[in-house]
């Protein structure tokens, strides 16, 4: 039986190697060009999806620039939450007169982390003192007469402002110059 077997496999191997041989020795292929008709459907349906590819990708796109504007205005909100805490630390520091006790010194280092912990987040501080005057970051609370600066020329910065990326988080208060 176990010949019977072996026989069978060799038999079914011929066969299939017989109708390779015969596709192989087929060799017309016809070609079939698309009528008119067809043509304009391909046409229409090519067009469509590539303004569909298109307009997903723009969809993509706008949904990337949401995304970002969405999360740099969490970081916005936030931050702005914190500016009164760095207020009140740097007027627990101003009243300190012992600038070498251990108080001070820890208050101060906390100041010191907390200001590069904004630095890495991407927040600044506005630099108004000794600039010209600009209404987009700073806010005038008093006018001076003051002969040492030019006119529109910040005198005195009476609160910091902030800004993140491009977006001012808080306008820096500040005397100017007449």
Do not use: W
């Amino acid at each position: 039986m176990v010949g019977d077997e072996n026989r069978i496999e060799y038999e079914n191997t011929i066969e299939t190697e017989d109708a390779a041989a015969e596709t192989v020795e087929c060799d017309e292929v016809e070609i079939c060009e698309p009528e008119q008709g067809e043509r304009n459907e391909l046409d229409e349906l090519n067009d469509k999806y590539l303004r569909l590819l298109a307009e997903f990708d723009n969809f993509r796109k706008r949904s990337q620039e949401e995304k970002a504007k969405m999360y740099n205005n969490g970081v916005g909100d936030a931050i702005t939450k914190i500016l009164p805490v760095i207020d009140n630390i740097g007027r627990a520091l101003d009243s300190e007169s012992d600038r070498e006790s251990s108080l001070y010194k820890g208050v101060e280092m906390i100041e010191k982390q907390l200001m590069k912990t904004l630095e890495d987040i991407g927040v600044e501080e506005i630099i108004a003192e000794g600039k010209p005057f600009d209404p987009n970051y700073h806010f005038a609370v008093a006018h001076v007469e003051d002969g040492n600066f030019s006119e529109n020329t910040v005198t005195e910065e009476l609160q910091i402002g902030y800004k993140y990326k491009d977006k001012v988080l808080r306008h820096s208060m500040v005397k100017v110059a007449n």
